[in-house]
């Protein structure tokens, strides 16, 4: 089969890979139908971090069961399904109270950006859909996979809800699905922080209500002015730089609630600033399977349109373009077809 190999900084590859088979009786083996690269696929493609000699690259997906593992019981040959990019088993307590993506026997799903995947603990970590979508709904339904849940985790995770006035940093797919979770679960406004153009389309066709293109402190002074000083309830951090994560603190008042998704990579945070600040902490890899089943559903009433992220759709084959595409911001996210 054919898939993706990353062997360096900037040097990713479509090669030829043996098809992956059952190793566990928790396994499923899919065809994938759709993955897509992600922001932090950029982490090892840029040299920040290193995933070792040819890694196998991709961890959103949505495919078709071609077969499963002996213990495998939800999960049939057939099934079309969305699983998360952590593995779970669905059993043990951190996953019975909804933190799937830290599950005590959890592991990364890793090589989705091939014509097949073996997902491990097929049951707590693959969701069937109610039957074969449409092909319009693939996209959206590849969001929930990664972006969509981490986007709504964010909210979850700053306790968006009805009356707030929510604040996101971070223009990339996580953050303007964030922008969209926000809406849904109700924030009255909801600030978008980005200079893009095209982006802040985006945010506001997700819902977004105020465009904030200044970074930085200005950023903050300009989200306090637009709250009458005091700062958003709650804040989503998309991003994971020192700059975003200062920002997304700074922009939120007192007793409010910090959603932060952003793989922060040596970010470091100041005592006495957090101590001051008084802010809710909260966030990390986000459960995507406690959302799946609600955010399948939505998709497939057509309530939420979250595969708009998509700006770029390439064949499989073409995947060393797509994360060109994405390193250099030409695109806000692009989807691969095996
Ligand atoms: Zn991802
Ligand atoms: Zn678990």
């Not at 998709?299 to 373009?321: H, K, M, S, Y």
Request: aromatic content about 6%.
């Amino acid at each position: 089969m054919r898939a993706t190999i990353l062997y360096g900084p900037g040097d990713v590859r479509v090669e030829d890979r043996p098809r992956p088979v059952i190793e566990q009786p928790t396994d499923a083996i899919i065809r994938v139908e759709a993955a897509c690269v992600c922001g932090s696929d950029l982490w090892p493609y840029r040299g920040v971090a290193d995933y070792g000699p040819a890694a196998a690259m991709g961890h959103e997906y949505v495919g078709v069961v071609e077969a499963v593992g002996d213990a495998v019981q939800q999960i049939k040959p057939g099934d079309f399904t969305v699983g998360s990019f952590m593995a779970s088993d669905g059993a043990c307590e951190i996953c019975a109270s909804g933190y799937q993506s830290r599950c005590a026997v959890g592991l990364r799903v890793r090589g989705a950006q091939a014509e097949y995947l073996r997902v491990p603990l097929a049951d707590g970590t693959l969701v069937a859909t109610p039957g074969m979508p449409d092909a319009v709904l693939v996209p959206s339904l590849l969001t929930a996979s990664d972006v969509l849940g981490t986007g709504w985790f964010a909210a979850a995770a700053a306790e968006v809800g009805p009356g707030k006035t929510v604040a996101v940093v971070g223009d990339g797919a996580v953050g303007l699905l964030g922008v969209l979770a926000a809406g849904r679960l109700g924030a009255e406004r909801i600030i978008a922080m980005s200079r893009n153009p095209a982006r802040q389309a985006l945010a506001t066709a997700f819902g977004a209500t105020e465009i904030v293109t200044e970074r930085g402190d200005d950023a903050v002074a300009r989200v306090k002015e637009l709250t009458g000083g005091l700062g958003a309830h709650s804040v989503i951090e998309a991003v994971g730089t020192q700059e975003a994560v200062e920002q997304a603190i700074h922009a939120c008042r007192p007793g409010g609630h910090v959603g932060f998704v952003g793989l922060g990579h040596e970010v470091k945070l100041n005592g006495l600033d957090l101590f001051y600040a008084g802010v809710h902490l909260h966030g990390g890899p986000a459960p995507v399977r406690r959302f799946l089943p609600e955010l399948i559903r939505l998709i497939w009433e057509r309530a939420i349109n979250p595969g708009l992220v998509f700006d770029l759709t390439l064949p499989l084959e073409q995947a060393p373009a797509a994360y060109k595409a994405m390193d250099q911001r030409q695109a806000v996210k692009a989807l691969l077809l095996p």
